[in-house]
């Protein structure tokens, strides 16, 4: 990974995953929202076969890996949880020692936002996953994962982005890493509740019907990001900008 804004060590530097670390901390003493996504460099969001995974690549893996390893929490919309077949996160064994350092238990546990409470049956052999859900979602179906793993009703009819991050803190995940998806990331963005978005931008064209990475109602102002850094390897360029008012 080289780094290309801003240069540390001058023009390209290289750097190692301490470097990384060091870059992609999280501040401390108050929580923290990051969203990640990877999308080609014509903005498709999802591959041809509507999964994430066929635009990225080993660099954008090894990215994601490492940001997962700096988090308390892995917090996904529902749908991205199926399509994606989500299970209980692992961490790499390289990235072991990261969490060991940082006082974080081997893996963070994964939170899913759902009304319907489809919720992959991978994700609940782990009583830690976090289902977040309203009074809404179907009684019987929530007593059912209320008994496998920890579930959060937050408000009445709609779950609220305030209530699905107040779910988080209040369980002592500051560190929240949000992989999306759009819909998800759309949520937040109109409640004002993202402090940064990491982006891999894919070295592919691809056209078609795919999302984008923010879904949802336009925003009334277009939101201002300022660009933290730019890191390059393989062709793919991995961008982190902190929201303005963060
Ligand atoms: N390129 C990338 O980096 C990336 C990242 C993530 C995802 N993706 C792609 O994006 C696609 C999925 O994204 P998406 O935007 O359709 O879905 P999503 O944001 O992952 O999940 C949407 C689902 O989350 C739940 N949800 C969201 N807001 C809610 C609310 N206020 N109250 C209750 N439940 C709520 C609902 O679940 P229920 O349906 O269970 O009620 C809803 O159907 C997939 O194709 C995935 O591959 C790409």
Known sequence: VRALFPQPGGDGCDLDDADLV???DYPRGRPWVRANFVSTVDGAAQGPDHRSGSISGTADRRMLALLRALADVVLVGAETARVERYGPA???PEYAQIRADLGLPPTPPIALVTASLDVPERLLSDSRTLVITSEMSPPDRRAYL???VDVAVVGDREVTAHGVIDALTSRGYGRIHCEGGPRLFGLLVH???IDELCLTVSPQLLAGPGLRILAGPQ???PMPLRLATVLESD???FLRWLV???
């Open 191 to 193: 409640a004002g509740l």
């Open 219 to 221: 925003l009334p102002e």
């Open 146 to 148: 209320a008994d496998r």
């Open 90 to 92: 692992d961490i790499r």
């Open 244 to 246: 303005r008012n963060s």
């Open 235 to 237: 062709d793919f360029l």
């Open 22 to 24: 060091r870059i992609y």
